[in-house]
Every structure is written in structure tokens, then in C-alpha cells.
């Protein structure tokens, strides 16, 4: 770690990347009684004495209709530790994002890890926003029943029944991330690019997954349709400097 990476005095250049993500593999994106890793976004849990343990986070629309939808921070850290296992398997030492002695560390000194320096920490703002991603259109849903495992002993608990609301495969979904003082496109810059643009390739690709239950395969992606755009600043505004396709 060498570079100065708190460069949010100017911004230099934007990176909008937009497309639609498929899911090809059900997605469950919801929290519920059991895990409580996101603490964001409408119906996080589901209501009192509704028929799921485990609902899908939805936004709520005025006239009470619902529809689920993927909050960009959880893209985000998917594409963080994606990014942080890419950077390991090169020889850069890496540490989690709740790894506050490091994260203090970096601050103190004022250099930034490269994973930090492209996802930011407590510390540091982050150089990449990923929005909220909202189904196309509405988002049909299915329930599905499980056996409780207990955790202390590793086996099915008897009687103890869970369900899940899982979104079917298929649907599409609106992406859009902005990537800030890094170069990605046409061309990477330095390391941070290169490592964005892996990332980013990997979603192109369909290698990578999203939500819950990922070990059995469930929460698969693929960005299709997906587009680039940079701005620069000339003259004290922004201008479009290059945009393609990303295949
Ligand atoms: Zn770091």
C-alpha cells in the first residue's frame, strides 16, 4: 500500500455502468428471523404472523403493491470479497471490511489498501456506488419449505419447519454502479482498475452470485445488456470521453 487513495477533493472521472442482471438460479434475497445480515431497506422482516420466516426485501409502492428488490449494498459486497479473494490468490495481503484495527491503521498513516481503495472502509469513502437493482417488471415469488439444522450439532432438527419466499429464475433486474476516480474503461489505469474490471467481467460472464444460500448454487447472475460510460471534467464540466459495450 503506497497510493493516496482519499482523492474525494476532485472528481476526475466517473464510470457509470449500467445493464440488467439475470437471475438464472433462485434468489433469496431477504432477511428473516434467522439472519439478520442486512439492516436496510422496506420489509426487511416479514410481518407478524405472515406466512414466511424468510421474505424477500421489498419496496412498497403507494397504492400497497410490493415487489422485491436487491440492494446495492449487498451487490457491494459481493464484489468486495470477490474482489479481496482475486487480490489474495496475487499475493496482496487482504483483510475483511470489519477488520477495524487495520482499517484504523491505513487511516493513520493515510494509505490505503487496495481493496479499501476501491471499496472504502469506515475510514475511507468508498470509490464505487451500486444502486438498489428493481425487477423490470413484477417479480413472481415461491415458497419453499425446510427442515431446521441445528447449528451446535450440525443435524436436522426434528419438528422445527422454516419456510423461505425465493424469487424465480429469470427475472430482470435494472443495475447501475458509478465508479469514482478510478479508470476501468476503455482501458484500466493501475491495479484498482484492473481488479474492478475482473469483477466486473466475472458478472458479465455469469459468475457470480448474490443473496442467500449460495452454496447450493442459488442467487447466480449474469449482466446483460451492459454499457459504459465515462465522464471527465474539461473546463469545469462534465463531459462524455468514451462509452461502449461491455461483451
Ligand atoms: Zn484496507
Same mark, same amino acid.
Given at each position: 500500500?503506497?497510493?493516496?487513495?482519499?482523492?474525494?477533493?476532485?472528481?476526475?472521472?466517473?464510470?457509470?455502468?449500467?445493464?440488467?442482471?439475470?437471475?438464472?438460479?433462485?434468489?433469496?434475497?431477504?432477511?428473516?428471523?434467522?439472519?439478520?445480515?442486512?439492516?436496510?431497506?422496506?420489509?426487511?422482516?416479514?410481518?407478524?404472523?405472515?406466512?414466511?420466516?424468510?421474505?424477500?426485501?421489498?419496496?412498497?409502492?403507494?397504492?400497497?403493491?410490493?415487489?422485491?428488490?436487491?440492494?446495492?449494498?449487498?451487490?457491494?459486497?459481493?464484489?468486495?470479497?470477490?474482489?479481496?479473494?482475486?487480490?489474495?490468490?496475487?499475493?496482496?495481503?487482504?483483510?475483511?471490511?470489519?477488520?477495524?484495527?487495520?482499517?484504523?491503521?491505513?487511516?493513520?498513516?493515510?494509505?490505503?489498501?487496495?481493496?479499501?481503495?476501491?471499496?472504502?472502509?469506515?475510514?475511507?469513502?468508498?470509490?464505487?456506488?451500486?444502486?438498489?437493482?428493481?425487477?423490470?417488471?413484477?417479480?413472481?415469488?415461491?415458497?419453499?419449505?425446510?427442515?431446521?439444522?441445528?447449528?451446535?450439532?450440525?443435524?436436522?432438527?426434528?419438528?422445527?419447519?422454516?419456510?423461505?419466499?425465493?424469487?424465480?429464475?429469470?427475472?430482470?433486474?435494472?443495475?447501475?454502479?458509478?465508479?469514482?476516480?478510478?479508470?476501468?474503461?476503455? $482501458?484500466?489505469? @493501475?491495479? *484498482?482498475?484492473?481488479?474492478?474490471?475482473?469483477?466486473?467481467?466475472? =458478472? #458479465? %460472464?455469469?459468475?457470480?452470485?448474490?443473496?442467500?444460500?449460495?452454496?447450493?448454487?442459488?442467487?447466480?447472475? $449474469?449482466?446483460? @445488456?451492459? *454499457?459504459?460510460?465515462?465522464?471527465?471534467?474539461?473546463?469545469?464540466? =462534465? #463531459? %462524455?470521453?468514451?462509452?461502449?459495450?461491455?461483451?
Amino acid at each position: 500500500m503506497n497510493e493516496r487513495y482519499d482523492d474525494f477533493d476532485r472528481l476526475e472521472v466517473l464510470t457509470r455502468i449500467t445493464g440488467i442482471l439475470v437471475n438464472k438460479t433462485p434468489l433469496r434475497i431477504g432477511v428473516g428471523r434467522e439472519e439478520t445480515p442486512l439492516r436496510i431497506g422496506v420489509g426487511r422482516e416479514a410481518p407478524l404472523g405472515s406466512a414466511v420466516d424468510l421474505a424477500p426485501l421489498r419496496i412498497v409502492f403507494a397504492d400497497g403493491r410490493t415487489n422485491p428488490y436487491i440492494p446495492g449494498s449487498s451487490i457491494k459486497g459481493v464484489l468486495r470479497s470477490l474482489a479481496e479473494s482475486i487480490a489474495k490468490a496475487q499475493g496482496h495481503s487482504v483483510h475483511g471490511p470489519w477488520d477495524f484495527e487495520a482499517v484504523e491503521n491505513e487511516a493513520k498513516n493515510g494509505e490505503y489498501c487496495l481493496i479499501c481503495g476501491i471499496f472504502g472502509s469506515t475510514k475511507l469513502a468508498s470509490h464505487v456506488r451500486v444502486y438498489d437493482a428493481y425487477p423490470e417488471s413484477y417479480a413472481p415469488t415461491f415458497v419453499k419449505t425446510g427442515v431446521g439444522i441445528n447449528r451446535d450439532f450440525r443435524g436436522a432438527q426434528p419438528g422445527v419447519l422454516y419456510t423461505e419466499e425465493q424469487v424465480v429464475p429469470g427475472v430482470r433486474w435494472d443495475f447501475k454502479m458509478d465508479v469514482i476516480n478510478i479508470r476501468v474503461f476503455p $482501458e484500466p489505469l @493501475d491495479e *484498482r482498475g484492473r481488479l474492478l474490471r475482473r469483477v466486473i467481467d466475472m =458478472l #458479465v %460472464k455469469g459468475m457470480v452470485q448474490v443473496g442467500a444460500r449460495r452454496t447450493i448454487g442459488y442467487g447466480l447472475v $449474469e449482466l446483460k @445488456d451492459s *454499457r459504459y460510460e465515462v465522464y471527465e471534467v474539461k473546463g469545469g464540466a =462534465l #463531459v %462524455k470521453t468514451s462509452e461502449g459495450n461491455l461483451t
